[in-house]
């Protein structure tokens, strides 16, 4: 599980739907949270989080030109490629964070990558979890409600 640490900047409510703006490793980040509107409203702006999100759910672009629907792009650095048959991970360096996405080994391939290389880790808003910071960061996996 990939794991960002950052400050709400902004919380937009709307019945059971909340969508969170997140300044994480020097970026605007946003998740998208449903069902837990009722928690959220209480969470002021400026409160500590982090942001949680799967290996999966990290696409990759390289040279990524014009608008996208994702709200998450992440510029990062590839640290490491460890390639499997079907899929490889992709270890990444953002701005001083460890990141990891999951993907085909054909994407691996038609992309090119080369640790070195420049890419961005792309994540839609409903795929990113956010959960209040807390004192001891390995609980985090463990926690179902915050």
Do not use: Y
């Not at 400026?46 to 792009?73: C, H, K, P, Q, Y």
């Amino acid at each position: 599980m990939n794991r960002l640490p950052g400050i709400v900047s902004a919380i937009e409510i709307c019945g059971s739907v909340a969508l969170i703006d997140v300044e994480a490793a020097g970026l605007h980040l946003t998740s998208t949270l449903i069902g837990t509107s009722g928690e959220v409203q209480h969470w002021p702006v400026g409160m500590a989080v982090t942001l949680m999100f799967a290996e999966t759910d990290v696409a990759l672009a390289r040279d990524l030109a014009g608008r996208i629907s994702m709200r998450n792009r992440i510029p990062a650095t590839v640290s490491a490629i460890e390639r499997g048959r079907i899929l490889s991970k992709v270890l990444l360096d953002a701005g001083g964070h460890r990141l990891q996405s999951i993907i085909t080994t054909r994407s691996t391939d038609t992309l090119g990558l080369r640790v070195g290389d420049t890419v961005e880790a792309l994540i839609k808003a409903n795929e990113m979890t956010v959960v209040p910071a807390i004192a001891d960061p390995s609980r985090i996996g463990r926690l179902v409600q915050p």
